[in-house]
Each structure stands twice: as structure tokens, then as C-alpha cells.
């Protein structure tokens, strides 16, 4: 079991869907992640939030929107995505972001299928 | 030049034996480094961190650190079966960069 959670595990959508992936944390931490995982590769860091607000985003297609409504919750928008984003998509969260207080902890990820 | 390199394997080694699994990075500033596990279709696990050059164990697993020469390893001993899975080496300045993945087979 992980003390991140994230919902659906499994997500199958079309082109022209618009759906959500969703990200639960209560252990206080004040940063979250999502990185985006293909198969044999290793996880790719996509957005940050430290404090609730956008810390980096890495050049990610604005097909992908990320949202923080609150400390505990992140929320990855999906909008008009290609079949070359199916993925594993890992929601993370740290005590802090950066230095000694690092260390990331994961949830079990949304196998997501763009057809 | 990646900034954290790590030997793809596979890395086959007979149950209790020691497996080593090495990691290199790029970034002198890089203050935190981890090793990871990650099972097939499942989500990546903290193993071990490491923040200060030297040694840390914890169990059947040591994680060594040699800033200088920029270089992070994790030792398993006593390798067993369920320890198969690709080993993740992650570095963090701001943040977390992963290496491609060591995968380690432990035959019985």
C-alpha cells in the first residue's frame, strides 16, 4: 500500500476526450509531482508544485494541465492527447522540494491508453 | 552527456550472491541520491538514500557515495529471487533526475 493515492489506475480515452487524473497525499508534504513513465524508461519529470503553486514545468505539451486545488490534492487535466502519450503516469510527493527533505514517494500510477 | 547514467543490464546474479549496481551523474551540485526499486507494471519504491560521501547500510542493502568522483552504488547481499526488478538510481539538486534503470534478475 502507498500513502499516495491515485485515481483511476487505468484510463482509456480517445483523442477528443477531455478526462482528469487525480492525486492524494496526507502525510503534510509541500510538494508534489506528476512524472510520466513509457515502458523499459525511466520516470520523466513533467510539472512540480512546491507551496501549492508551479515551480517548473519541463516544456510539457499544453494538452497536459496541471492543477493544485489545495496541499493535499493535484489533478493532471487531459485534453485532445495523441496515442504517443499512453504512459504510466506517477503522481509523487516530498516533505519539501529539493535538498535533504527529498526523498519521493510515490503512488501505485494511472496506465493511461490514448486511442 | 545524460546526467545520471546507469548500466541498463540485465545483471544476472545466483540467488546469495552480492549484486552490485552502480550510477554515475553529471551534476557537482547534486546534494541527495537514492536508489529505487521498481517491480514490473508496479511504481517505483525507495530503497535507500544517501547524502554524505562513505557507507550506509540498512539490512542487506548498502548504498556508497564518492562525491569526488561523482558515483553512487547499491550492494544487495544475500541476493534473493524477490529482489528481481530494475533498480532506479535518482540524484536531486532541486530535483529528482532518474538514470535509465539497472534490471537485476536473481536466479534461484
Known amino acids: 500500500d502507498t500513502e499516495v493515492t491515485q485515481t483511476p489506475k487505468h484510463l482509456v480515452m480517445g483523442m477528443t476526450n477531455k478526462k482528469s487524473l487525480k492525486c492524494e497525499q496526507h502525510?503534510?508534504?509541500?510538494?508534489m509531482y506528476w512524472y510520466k513513465q513509457k515502458a523499459k524508461k525511466p520516470p520523466e519529470l513533467m510539472f512540480v508544485?512546491?507551496?501549492?503553486?508551479?515551480?517548473i514545468n519541463e516544456s510539457v505539451p499544453s494538452r497536459f494541465s496541471p492543477e493544485c486545488p489545495n496541499s493535499s490534492l493535484l489533478n493532471l487535466h487531459l485534453h485532445a492527447l495523441q496515442p504517443e502519450d499512453s504512459a504510466l503516469y506517477l503522481c509523487a510527493s516530498s516533505q519539501d522540494r529539493g535538498g535533504y527533505n527529498s526523498p519521493l514517494h510515490f503512488g501505485n500510477g494511472t496506465r493511461l491508453t490514448v486511442t | 552527456q545524460k546526467e545520471v547514467e546507469q548500466n541498463s543490464g540485465p545483471l544476472s546474479v545466483p540467488e546469495g550472491a552480492i549484486a552490485s549496481l552502480n550510477c554515475t551523474y553529471s551534476d557537482r551540485g547534486s546534494q541527495s541520491f537514492f536508489w529505487y526499486r521498481q517491480y514490473s507494471g508496479k511504481s517505483p519504491e525507495l530503497i535507500m538514500f544517501?547524502?554524505?560521501?562513505g557507507d550506509k547500510e540498512d539490512g542487506r542493502f548498502t548504498a556508497q557515495l564518492n562525491k569526488a568522483s561523482q558515483y553512487v552504488s547499491l550492494l544487495i547481499r544475500d541476493s534473493q529471487p524477490s529482489d528481481s526488478a530494475t533498480y532506479l538510481c535518482a540524484v536531486a539538486n532541486n530535483d529528482m533526475r532518474f538514470g535509465a534503470g539497472t534490471r537485476l534478475t536473481v536466479k534461484p
Open positions: 544517501i547524502y554524505s560521501n
Open positions: 508544485y512546491s507551496y501549492e503553486k508551479l515551480s
Open positions: 502525510m503534510g508534504h509541500r510538494a
